[in-house]
């Protein structure tokens, strides 16, 4: 099992300090959300074709990868064309940098607030999943939204039946919004399961609180525990919300916290 995080954890990050800190620290790659101002991964200046071979060499030199590139593309907007170019652009950006998966989403609010076209996110899906299947990347659902309900997305990876098209299991969102429990969930969807989004949060007041790793009451260490005795060979990526809850606790200080917990969980 491999650690990761997020940069929507270091929005104020350069792409030099995201590199460094990742190394120093050990974590064995990164995930792409964003870089400074820019939300759009394949506008990021170290992505841009000029910049594009030093950036891939400064990964290999710090000896770390690009574990996934997450991706805006909502699946159950109107104007979903539009979003299935988006996929497109990370899909190419994914297969420049040796990445394996790009994060799509059929629902645009973690917890569901309005009914969306399952339908549609299928036959969006089964688009994307053929793009990517051309140039060796696989496109993932995220447990998100109405598809944190594990029963409606194993419905809906079913009736894709697609290889390049698998899940991205966030353990927060089925637990916290659907109350599930991590065993079932991930019983449900394992077969399908290839990428993992840890955080951490407590309910207060009927809202929710993201906390660090251990502070709050999801059940991590199950999860942990449940993707290795399966000998889960992929992910663990930290998706600190920094970049959208801007007075949560500083990646410097987060970053090292999550890696040190996690590997207490791996022991």
């Given amino acids: 099992m491999k650690i990761c995080f997020s940069t929507l954890g ?3 990050w350069s792409w030099e300090e995201i590199l460094a800190a990742a ?3 050990g974590y064995d790659g990164i995930e792409l959300r964003g870089l400074g101002n820019e939300i759009y991964v394949p506008k990021a200046k170290p992505f841009l074709p000029e910049n594009m071979q030093t950036s891939k060499r400064q990964l290999l030199d710090k000896g770390l990868e690009i574990s996934c590139i997450t991706s805006s593309c909502y699946l159950h907007e109107k104007d979903a064309e539009s979003y299935i170019q988006e996929g497109m652009e990370y899909i190419d950006l994914a297969e420049q940098l040796n990445a394996p998966f790009v994060r799509v989403l059929g629902d645009s609010e973690p917890s569901p607030k309005a009914p969306v076209d399952v339908k549609q996110v299928i036959r969006m899906l089964k688009v994307l ?3 990517a299947s051309q140039k060796g990347v696989m496109v993932l659902l995220e447990t998100n939204g109405v598809f944190a309900n594990s029963s409606v997305m194993i419905k809906t990876m079913e009736e894709v039946q697609h290889p390049y098209v698998r899940v991205l299991w ?6 916290r919004f659907m109350g599930e ?3 079932l969930t991930y019983n449900r969807l394992k077969r399908y399961i290839r990428h993992v989004h840890v955080k951490d949060s407590l309910m207060e007041k009927g809202r929710v609180r993201y906390c660090l790793i251990g502070q709050g009451d999801i059940p991590i260490k ?3 525990d449940l993707l290795l005795q399966d000998d889960y060979k992929g992910y663990i990526s930290l998706e600190w919300l920094k970049r959208w809850y801007y007075d949560l606790e500083e990646p410097g200080i987060v970053f090292s916290h999550f890696i040190h917990a996690i590997r207490g969980m791996l022991k």
């Avoid at 966030?170 to 637990?175: E, I």
């Fill in 10 to 12: 270091c929005p104020d």
């Fill in 23 to 25: 190394k120093d620290l």
């Fill in 129 to 131: 999943g053929d793009y």
């Fill in 170 to 175: 966030d353990v927060h969102h089925p637990y």
């Fill in 181 to 183: 429990s991590v065993f």
């Fill in 222 to 224: 199950e999860a942990i």
